[in-house]
């Protein structure tokens, strides 16, 4: 079993940054990609960016490149989103996303709302 918790949702006004974590526990040694999803409301979940626990390679949606980056700390088992130039359209519940070969792992969701 795996166990994700997500932090660092808040309030922020348009052009501003947050870093979101993802503290992971349990049985990891099988866990291979680490994620962030959204889910704005009405509308359905989506991939945000993703990274491999080994070799650290990192693809994002396009939506989010250029201003969004994927990190992890595998000493600390956490994965990190640093999310700048914030837009209204960014706002949503975003989700920590672990995946093994047989299993996918969520955690509950932190809340980011960019608004002015």
């Known amino acids: 079993q795996v166990q994700l918790v997500e932090s660092g949702g808040g309030l922020v006004q348009p052009g501003g940054s947050l870093r979101l974590s993802c503290a992971a526990s349990?049985?990891?040694?099988?866990?291979?990609?680490m994620a962030w999803y959204r889910q704005a409301p009405g509308k359905q979940r989506e991939l945000v960016a993703t990274?491999?626990?080994?070799?650290?390679?990192?693809n994002y949606a396009d939506s989010v490149k250029g201003r969004f980056t994927i990190s992890r700390d595998n000493a600390k088992n956490m994965v990190y989103l640093q999310m700048n130039s914030l837009k209204p359209e960014d706002t949503a519940v975003y989700y920590c996303?672990?995946?093994?070969?047989?299993?996918?792992?969520w955690g509950p969701g932190t809340q980011v709302t960019v608004s002015s």
């Open positions: 349990g049985t990891l040694s099988r866990i291979y990609r």
């Open positions: 990274v491999l626990l080994s070799g650290g390679s990192t």
């Open positions: 996303h672990a995946r093994e070969l047989h299993h996918d792992y």
